[in-house]
């Protein structure tokens, strides 16, 4: 058996770690990515936010985004839009969403071409083109993912939302393995 030690460890933690990044960088930031791993194309758009006031009344913030190719089924956006989005749901359904603190299950309706919760129509992000529909319905389940960099909503059952969840898994056994390195 070949003994690997803490730097070899440490370079192919950060190896992989890069390779996962890469995939979620925009093409002008990925530039230096190795040419063997495949990368995610981003394309900046533009989405509102439309979310419930205090009083009653509906407020619409323009925010910037990043969405896939026509075919691909993410929206990625600044992590204090995803930490808003959850804090709403929280407070106007009571529900505790710390299941899974990282997730929070949502829908996307494809006429109106809009997230939001289940149980409630706002907050809701709308974006300027329809997604691959998941079935026959208007509706596909949606996650909001909160963790990483950004934030990102994708379509459950889609290669975007394995992508999604397998990052994540990556980044929590890296995150482990760096502490670990850091204590020897």
């Not at 009344?57 to 910037?64: C, E, P, Q, Y």
Request: contains cysteine; glycine residues 4%.
């Amino acid at each position: 058996m070949k003994k690997v030690s803490a730097n070899n460890l440490n370079a192919a933690c950060l190896q992989v770690e890069l390779t996962s990044v890469a995939k979620r960088m925009p093409p002008s930031i990925d530039s230096h990515a190795s040419s063997s791993h495949a990368a995610k194309a981003f394309h900046d758009a533009k989405a509102e936010l439309v979310t419930l006031g205090a009083a009653g009344s509906l407020t619409t913030h323009k925010i910037d985004v990043f969405m896939g190719e026509p075919h691909e089924t993410y929206v990625i956006f600044s992590k204090d839009i995803g930490f808003a989005i959850r804090s709403a749901i929280a407070r106007q359904t009571g529900v505790c969403l710390s299941l899974d603190p990282e997730k929070v299950p949502l829908r996307f309706f494809h006429t109106s071409r809009h997230f939001a919760h289940a149980a409630i129509p706002y907050p809701r992000i709308i974006i300027e083109r329809d997604l691959p529909r998941q079935n026959a319905g208007d509706t596909s389940p949606a996650t909001l993912w909160l963790w990483g960099a950004s934030h990102s909503l994708t379509l459950d059952g889609t290669p975007d939302n394995e992508f999604e969840e397998s990052s994540r898994e990556s980044h929590d056994r890296l995150k482990g393995a760096a502490e670990l390195l850091r204590h020897r």
